[in-house]
């Protein structure tokens, strides 16, 4: 089995890696709740710290994509090496671009052709998220009153991913195997700086969280990795502690205690990925509640992409079945999260199977057909049509 086929069963299997996942969804979910629901705004000044859900994410993302890219161009040179990267980033396009762009025409067709002819803003907010550039855009936003964006809030964290997957393959071809010099000094630069989630270009640049996900991919691979297995968390301590982690990783990121508090949290999810990293139970031992999060968070990107548009579907319908005249309330919030959620699980679900999965097989058909050693040793037939 080649180095990415190795590493990608590797990933599926390791359940731990999509509960993670799962937690840094809902962690989002409830970050982006006062934008979802439009009630009851003083809830938010308790989940406002989930913001970190989404450093999560870049860090389990770091980890992930590293462990099978790097293996992958370890030793190449010219172009074999050039070859990896591009399979690489067919991969990484069938990966993501499908599903990202359903779910902007999917907001285009909610919001429906009144709300969005001659809406610049909005034009501006989907030409940022369809071309990988809206954490650049969003930053705009906070600089300048004069944009208002708002629509696409979501992408912007997609952007700086694909950014990130964009320069790591140079920076894999100027450095060899130093990269993780070149990564870990990237991670040193940003861990101790003052910055806020949401304004100033350091905090919608930041890649530190993604940084140490690499770092853990490139240790991971040593040998001496398996000697820090925390084996101490076998058993009840493993869940308690991983509570315990992310209960400090939300406070520190709602109270912000130092001025470098976000490298804090990317510290926090550097240590979540590396207890999970050896798909032993520690962070969730097996049982129903593991195989629940294990599904949340196979579709946790579609969640992160959909929320929006169900929402406002939930929304619409809501304003249909109560009168006019409803006021904010009880009634009103739990009809609208009830609605909202069942929504949610029914599109993601169908995004899930007829886009997101369907695509991602389609990628990986297509870079197996760029093997020539795949082809040459019968595996493939290398007259077999395009997927």
């Known amino acids: 089995m080649n180095p990415i086929a190795a590493a990608a069963v590797h990933e599926q299997r390791n359940e731990e890696i999509e509960v993670l996942r799962a937690v840094a969804v809902i962690f989002v979910l409830f970050h982006h709740y006062q934008g979802l629901v439009l009630g009851y705004p003083q809830f938010y000044g308790y989940v406002e710290g989930m913001w970190s859900g989404v450093d999560l994410f870049f860090c389990i993302s770091g980890y992930v994509i590293a462990r099978s890219l790097l293996p992958a161009l370890q030793g190449k040179r010219g172009r074999p090496f050039w070859r990896e990267v591009a399979k690489f980033w067919i991969k990484r396009w069938y990966r993501i ?6 779910w902007i025409v999917a907001l285009m067709i909610v919001i429906g052709l009144k709300g969005i002819k001659g809406n610049s803003i909005f034009w501006y907010d989907t030409f940022a998220a369809m071309f990988q550039y809206a954490n650049l855009h969003f930053y705009r936003c906070t600089v300048d009153a004069r ?54 270009l350091s905090g919608f640049l930041r890649t530190d969280a993604i940084a140490l996900g690499v770092l853990l991919a490139v240790a991971s691979r040593r040998q001496g ?26 406070v520190i990121a709602h109270k912000r205690p130092f001025p470098p508090y976000m490298g804090a949290v990317a510290i926090l999810s550097a240590v979540l990925v590396w207890i999970a990293s050896y798909a032993k139970g520690y962070l969730m031992p097996a049982g129903w509640l593991r195989t629940v999060a294990v599904t949340i968070g196979a579709r946790s990107f579609s969640i992160y992409l959909a929320q929006i548009v169900c929402f406002l579907i939930a929304r619409k319908l809501v304003e249909r079945i109560l009168p006019a005249d409803t006021p904010d309330g009880p009634l009103k919030l739990g009809l609208t999260l009830t609605t909202g959620l069942v929504v949610l699980a029914l599109l993601v679900e169908a995004s899930y199977r007829l886009v997101e999965v369907p695509w991602r097989r389609r990628g990986r058909l297509l870079v197996e057909r760029m093997s020539p050693d795949l082809v040459n040793n019968g595996r493939l037939d290398a007259t077999s049509p395009q997927p």
């Open 147 to 200: 944009l208002h964006c708002g629509s696409f809030q979501p992408y912007w964290s997609l952007s700086l991913e694909e950014q990130f997957y964009l320069v790591i393959p140079f920076a894999a071809f100027l450095f060899r195997n130093r990269l993780w010099w070149f990564v870990a000094a990237l991670a040193l630069a940003q861990l101790g700086l003052a910055r806020h989630h949401w304004t100033g």
């Open 97 to 102: 671009i499908p599903a990202a762009w359903l």
């Open 225 to 250: 990795y398996r000697a820090l297995e925390p084996k101490l968390l076998a058993g009840w301590a493993g869940p308690v502690v991983s509570v315990l982690l992310l209960v400090g990783f939300g």
